[in-house]
C-alpha cells in the first residue's frame, strides 16, 4: 500500500457495519470520549506544530481540529433530523471550503474542543438513548443518492473522530514529538 493512503487512513476507510450490541456500545465509548481523545492528541503542541500538515498536501493540525468541529455539528444534526422527521433529506458541505474559511486560522483550537465537549455530551445522551426500532430510521443524502441509516450515521461518526485523532497521533510519533 502506497505511504500517502497509509497516512490518509491510519485506522483504515470506513466500513459500514450491521447492528450489534458490541459495535453499539464501543461506537458510544467513542462518541463519549473523542473530546477528551483530541484533546489528549494535541495537547502540549505549539502554534509551528499546530501548523504542520498531518501528511503531505493535507490539513495541518488546526484545519484538522476545527473540521472535527465542523463535521460533527454536522452529524449531530443529521442525527437529530433522522430521528424526528419522517427520510429527511440531510445536507452535504464542501469541507474544504469549509477548512479554508476564516476560522479555522483565527480561531484557537481550544474554541473548538470546548465546543466539541459540549456538543458531545449532548450527542451521546441521544444516541444512547436511540431504541433498537430507531436504528433503521432512514435519512437522504442527495449527493451520493444514498438512504443512511441512523445506525449507519451513527458508526460514521464514531469512526470518524478516531479517524481523525489518529491522523494527529500518528503525525506526533513521526515528528517524535512525544
Ligand atoms: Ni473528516
Redesign the pocket.
Known sequence: MPETIDLRYPIGTFQPVAYSDKIRESCLADIRFLPQALEAAVQNLDEHQLQTPYREGGWNVKQVVH??AD?HMNGYTRIKLGLTEDFPTIKPYD?VAWANLADIDEVPINVSLTLLHALHQRWFVIVNNIRQDEWERKVFHPESKKEMSVWYLFTQYAW?GR??TAHINRLRERMGWG
Open positions: 473540521h472535527v463535521s469541507e470518524h479517524h481523525h
